[in-house]
């Protein structure tokens, strides 16, 4: 590391602590120090550090980036060296970013970016390496390790076995996880670029789980249980979601009972949905997708050997909020009064077509009360049953006496 480089890394650290430095003092503070003293550039480095704390009454300064920090214990504002071993590297998504990936050690791992202009050296697949004077940054709700010009990295010689610490998925954080979950949905992809999203579940509750398209990426096979490792888990609008890519995951012989985190709710419904009746699926194996009216699969393309399927999505309001809920075809069969085969032959006999199944199935629920349960995702709730409310006498005397009205 050059004269200049140190003196940026002291810069940066200053800087940090909200207090401006001129670069050239400090490099000529340095080069006083190793050139005319003979002191080494480390020692120069906590010198000049040290002095500078000093004059700006600063803690938290001087010394403390070459201290050993655990990943697991790293949090924002930090400036730290760590050893790891690096678990997963990522496409870079922009020209700025040299690297960027995950490091792990005995304790956790660690999403890292390595920025281009500090012309980091570049880290391989299952090498070890101590990084110096890194920054953690926060990303998402998440520490984020920022390897930037004044960072120093060099490899490490270790063969210390490194096995991922499995969390319950009730317990996962923003950050990278692993998990051992068994595959419970296979949901619809919203996306050209998506590979597979759908539902994970262990004993503690469910998360939902998204796969990109990515060479040598394969899909989750359902009801089969997973060893999932290094996944990175995100945050957004207060949940939590698994994205693989960086994950390495293995099929287990073994099985799990998935716990639900049920949620229930009563209203009226007062929408439904465009895509509620009748739908045609993809026939391909292991696809499922709703097929466009022209019968076109977003990734098998044309398919006039489709299926046919049932749902309902619609709105229920309880008065104080307004839930998106999905339902599936058995449900919606005794809601309706209209069966799967009873729904074709009504598309296939009707100048309207599969418009008269969703009108008929609009009119039996559109504006009747139900109590409805499932799992909650997205802002959606995936109903697993459904019933519609009776008249409780009760109920109705306790609102009227709080209205101050009579029974008509």
């Not at 490490?156 to 009730?170: G, N, Q």
């Not at 998204?210 to 040598?216: A, L």
């Not at 449900?331 to 009064?337: G, H, N, P, R, W």
């Amino acid at each position: 590391m050059t004269l200049s480089e140190v003196a940026e890394r002291i810069s940066q650290k200053i800087e940090a602590k909200g207090v401006s430095v001129d670069r050239q003092k400090v490099e000529s503070k340095l080069r006083r120090l190793v050139d005319e003293f003979g002191v080494n550039l480390a020692e120069a480095e906590r010198t000049v550090m040290s002095d500078l704390a000093r004059e700006h009454k600063l803690t938290g300064v001087g010394g403390t980036s070459t201290e050993m920090h655990r990943i697991h214990d790293l949090v924002p504002g930090e400036w730290v060296t760590i050893e790891g071993k690096i678990v997963a590297l990522s496409p870079s998504p922009s020209p700025s970013i040299a690297q960027n990936g995950i490091i792990a050690d005995s304790s956790g791992a660690i999403r890292f970016v390595a920025w281009s202009r500090g012309n980091p050296p570049e880290m391989e697949y299952g090498q070890w390496y101590r990084i110096e004077s890194a920054v953690i940054n926060e990303y998402r709700g998440a520490p984020n390790l920022t390897i930037h010009s004044g960072t120093t990295i060099s490899t490490v010689e270790s063969d210390v076995p490194l096995i991922p610490s499995i969390t319950p998925i009730a317990e996962l954080r923003p950050g990278v996880g692993s998990v051992r979950a068994k595959t419970v949905q296979d949901w619809d992809v919203t996306h050209d670029r998506m590979l597979q999203t759908g539902l994970l579940g262990d004993e503690t509750g469910t998360i939902k789980f998204v796969i990109w398209k990515e060479d040598g990426k394969e899909k989750l096979e359902p009801d089969t249980v997973y060893n999932i490792y290094y996944a990175v888990v995100d945050e957004y609008n207060g949940r939590l979601s698994l994205t693989l890519n960086s994950a390495m995951y293995i099929a287990d012989e073994g099985d799990i009972e998935v716990g639900r985190n049920d949620t229930g709710a009563s209203g009226v419904i007062v929408h439904v949905a465009p895509g509620s009746g009748l739908i045609k699926r993809c026939p391909v194996e292991g696809c499922n997708r709703t097929l466009s009216r022209q019968n076109y699969c977003p990734v098998h393309e044309i398919q006039p050997n489709f299926r046919y399927d049932l749902r309902l999505k619609a709105v229920l309001d309880d008065g104080t909020r307004a839930r998106n809920i999905l339902i599936q075809r058995d449900i919606v069969e005794e809601l309706a009064s209209l069966t799967l085969e009873e729904a074709i032959e009504v598309a296939e006999n009707n100048p309207l077509g599969m418009d008269e199944v969703f009108i008929r199935v609009s009119n039996a629920v559109l504006g009747r009360y139900y109590t409805c349960g499932g799992n909650e995702f997205d802002g959606r709730l995936l109903v697993n049953r459904c019933a519609p409310m009776t008249f409780d006498p009760a109920e109705l005397a306790l609102l009227l006496n709080r209205a101050g009205g009579e029974t008509a």
